[in-house]
């Protein structure tokens, strides 16, 4: 049981490392997603993310100017706006479900 927690943590630690960095991005806006209120969700339609650029680059470890770059696939512009200094999550729920079933 031990070793399995091990290796579980050990895979977490690891992953991001080996995922290109569109998919830590993905990742990353999944796991605010999952954890925010489903009600919520559904009610505005919409997950902000008042983080900064460069804050988001650091989190998926890019740089803030490959960070923009990953920002222009046609596929993410379908989901995340920006406005105001805010990144926008267009209809989060949609988003889970069009990423869980790519990968």
Do not use: W
Not at 41 to 63: D, H, N
């Amino acid at each position: 049981m031990v070793s399995r927690e091990i290796r579980c943590n050990l895979d977490k630690i690891m992953t991001p490392g080996c995922m290109p960095a569109a998919e830590r991005l993905g990742r990353f806006v999944r796991e605010l997603i999952f954890e925010e209120d489903p009600d919520e969700l559904q009610k505005y339609g919409k997950l902000e993310l008042p983080l900064r650029s460069c804050e988001r680059a650091e989190i998926i470890a890019v740089t803030p100017q490959h960070l923009y770059r990953i920002l222009k696939n046609p596929e993410l512009r379908r989901h995340l706006k920006q406005s105001r200094k805010i990144r926008t999550v267009r209809d989060p729920l949609v988003f889970m479900h069009e990423e869980s079933t790519q990968s």
